[in-house]
């Protein structure tokens, strides 16, 4: 049975199940997850806790199966936690994993913690044995969209919250441009508000004062953010990505990649192919899909010739080389590619955006 993070509270209030596997990459969301089960364990008298850590594929399963079938020796029932860091159990750990989930007794309460899963391991046999025996959570990363109202309800929690209004989407706006990418921090950022704050409305003042800067880029999500046109977003993005260390090459690498997608799908466009068909010769596939079915059909063939050329010409740019029409500096010349193709994404027509 798979139910969502946020469904979670709902579903504990109604009883247990005896198996829970929560994995996701958002290390907040899942501590909070496994927090509210093991809180629910204690209160249903889950008296006595083991933890078991997967260290490797040479683990020994041996102690895990047999905690699951021991008499609890402190309370009438135990809880069993099992830890696996790496997201790979392995082969003897995918066996005992099934074998455990189908032969566990009902007075056992057993919470398995994982790492995000890829599609491979979300249909493997060990995930299949535990979804189907018990309750899996998927926690998933709070996007940048739904980052202002994910904030306003964990304000309403701690009984605060901000303006009715322009004033508060502006207050929100801001809150989440300190902290998108870095929940943790976000966090913690609420709680200071809450130390600093009694309950009741918060101004924009009061959260400008507070929050620090402590967002976190993620170098494939400023592809979303260019194909979507959103330059403010871009710039900024840019900015933290350089401030952080990351590397120009791969911040090329996607948004090269981005050019070529857009190329390769208005080329199968203009041989004849019906969209659907041009985004899968085009290997075009989950969040960038739908962007770029919207700006392919509406770009000509001499634009996305001309963002392809342009990606090439900022590959010898991040790589040392010089060009007479771009910046000699790599992260000014990313910054003019990203923006060449937000406008694109746009729709815009007129002369391309540069970066001194």
């Not at 008298?45 to 699951?68: C, K, N």
């Not at 566990?104 to 046999?125: F, G, H, M, N, W």
């Not at 400008?208 to 170098?219: G, H, N, S, T």
Request: charged fraction near 25%.
């Amino acid at each position: 049975m798979q139910l969502r993070a946020e469904g979670l509270p709902a579903h504990l209030a109604k009883g247990l199940a005896r198996l829970y596997t929560v994995h996701g990459d958002e290390p907040l969301l899942a501590q909070e997850a496994a927090d509210a089960i093991r809180a629910a364990a204690r209160t249903q008298g889950f008296g006595e806790r083991q933890i078991f850590t997967v260290s490797g594929a040479h683990f020994d399963w041996a102690p895990v199966l047999a905690a699951a079938q021991a008499m609890s020796l402190f309370s009438e029932r135990q809880f069993i936690e099992i830890r696996i860091p790496s997201g790979k159990p392995g082969k003897d750990g995918s066996e005992a994993l099934q074998r455990y989930a189908e032969q566990a007794p009902d007075d056992v309460l057993t919470l398995v913690t994982l790492p995000r899963l890829d599609k491979t391991q979300l249909s493997s046999a060990w995930f299949t044995a535990l979804d189907g025996n018990g309750v899996s959570i998927r926690v998933e990363p709070v996007e940048r969209r739904l980052l202002p109202a994910w904030l306003a309800q964990r304000l309403k929690a701690q009984g605060q919250s901000v303006p009715e209004g322009e004033d508060g989407q502006k207050a929100l706006a801001f809150f989440a441009d300190r902290v998108e990418g870095n929940l943790l921090a976000a966090h913690q950022e609420l709680q200071k508000l809450a130390l600093l704050h009694p309950r009741g409305e918060l101004t924009l003042a009061d959260i400008e004062a507070a929050v620090l800067d402590v967002a976190r880029f993620d170098v494939f999500k400023l592809s979303e953010a260019v194909l979507s046109g959103h330059v403010p977003r871009i710039l900024r993005m840019l900015d933290g990505l350089e401030a952080e260390g990351e590397a120009a090459v791969l911040v090329h690498w996607n948004l090269a990649e981005d050019a070529r997608a857009l190329a390769r799908v208005r080329a199968a466009l203009d041989a004849g192919r019906p969209l659907p068909m041009a985004m899968r010769e085009a290997r075009v596939w989950g969040a960038k899909e739908r962007l770029i079915e919207r700006i392919a059909p509406r770009l000509d063939s001499a634009q996305a010739g001309t963002l392809v050329q342009a990606a090439q010409v900022c590959d010898g740019l991040v790589k040392g080389l010089r060009h007479p029409d771009w910046p000699s500096d790599p992260w000014a010349a990313l910054r003019r590619l990203a923006l060449m193709l937000a406008e694109a994404a746009s729709g815009k027509t007129g002369s391309v955006l540069t970066v001194a």
